[in-house]
C-alpha cells in the first residue's frame, strides 16, 4: 500500500477516472494495527484497485472533510469524488472488509 504525505498528493490520487482506495489510520490506533495483519491479502485479492494510505492525524481537515470519524476507515474514490465509505466500526474483520469491497461494484 503506497503511502500519501501531503494534501497534494491526496488530491492527486483520488482525482483519476480508476476507483482508488484509500485507507485513514494513525500510529496510535490499535484498531489499525488489527487491520494491518489481514489487509495485505486483501490487497493482493483485490488488486484491479490503487491502494494508498493516509495518516488521518497529518490531514485533519480532509479527514474531516471526508466524514472519516473513526480509524481505521477506507474510502473509496473516483473523478474527486468518494464513492464508498466503510467506517471504522464496520472494518474490524477480514470478512467486514471483503463485504464491503464486494458491494462498490
Given amino acids: 500500500m ?3 504525505q501531503t ?3 491526496f488530491h492527486e490520487t483520488i482525482s483519476g477516472d480508476k ?3 484509500v485507507k485513514f489510520y494513525t500510529t496510535w490506533c490499535p484498531d489499525c494495527v488489527r487491520m494491518d495483519m489481514f489487509i495485505d491479502d486483501i490487497v493482493r485479492e483485490y488488486s484491479q ?3 494508498f494510505q493516509i495518516n488521518r492525524d497529518n490531514v485533519p481537515d480532509i479527514a474531516e472533510t471526508y466524514q472519516v470519524m473513526g480509524i481505521p476507515s477506507l474510502l473509496v474514490f473516483q473523478n474527486g469524488q468518494k464513492i464508498a465509505h466503510l467506517h471504522s466500526a464496520n472494518a474490524k474483520t477480514p ?3 471483503r463485504t464491503f469491497l ?3 461494484y
Fill in 2 to 4: 503506497k503511502e500519501l
Fill in 49 to 51: 484497485y490503487d491502494w
Fill in 102 to 104: 464486494q458491494s462498490i
Fill in 19 to 21: 476507483p482508488v482506495i
Fill in 95 to 97: 470478512e467486514e472488509v
Fill in 7 to 9: 494534501a497534494e498528493q
